[in-house]
Nanobody
Framework: QVQVVESGGGLVQAGGSLRLSCVASGRTFSSYVMGWFRQAPGKEREFVAGISRSGIGTYYADSVKGRFTISRDNAKNTVYLQMNSLKPEDTAVYYC?????????????????WGQGTQVTVSS
């Protein structure tokens, strides 16, 4: 049984930092692309960042480029999202997901397993 579990969310002031973690079990972690998405109230789920199976290739939404960094540790079945210079508009529930694709993709429907989400709130 595949499980995806996020952690690390919380409340932070604008300009602050948070590091999200996601542990995926039940499948060969290194065989899957991993991605981070977010969903704010009343908005659609949007792609934030993705990382290739090896960890060499990364891809970011324009809104977070230069502020967020995605990384993975295949030995620990874990993917991370380091978030710096946080803004109030980054407030959302952040989800981790895995994709059975050969390259990083940004559309939610291509990701097959999702975590329950972790809340990130940035105060102004």
């Amino acid at each position: 049984q595949v499980q995806v579990v996020e952690s690390g969310g919380g409340l932070v002031q604008a300009g602050g930092s948070l590091r999200l973690s996601c542990v995926a079990s039940g499948r060969t972690f290194s065989s899957y692309v991993m991605g981070w998405f977010r969903q704010a109230p009343g908005k659609e789920r949007e792609f934030v960042a993705g990382i290739s199976r090896s960890g060499i290739g990364t891809y970011y939404a324009d809104s977070v480029k230069g502020r967020f960094t995605i990384s993975r540790d295949n030995a620990k079945n874990t993917v991370y999202l380091q978030m710096n210079s946080l803004k109030p508009e980054d407030t959302a529930v952040y989800y981790c997901a895995s994709a059975k694709t050969s390259m990083v993709v940004s559309t939610p429907y291509e990701y097959d397993y999702w975590g329950q989400g972790t809340q990130v709130t940035v105060s102004s």
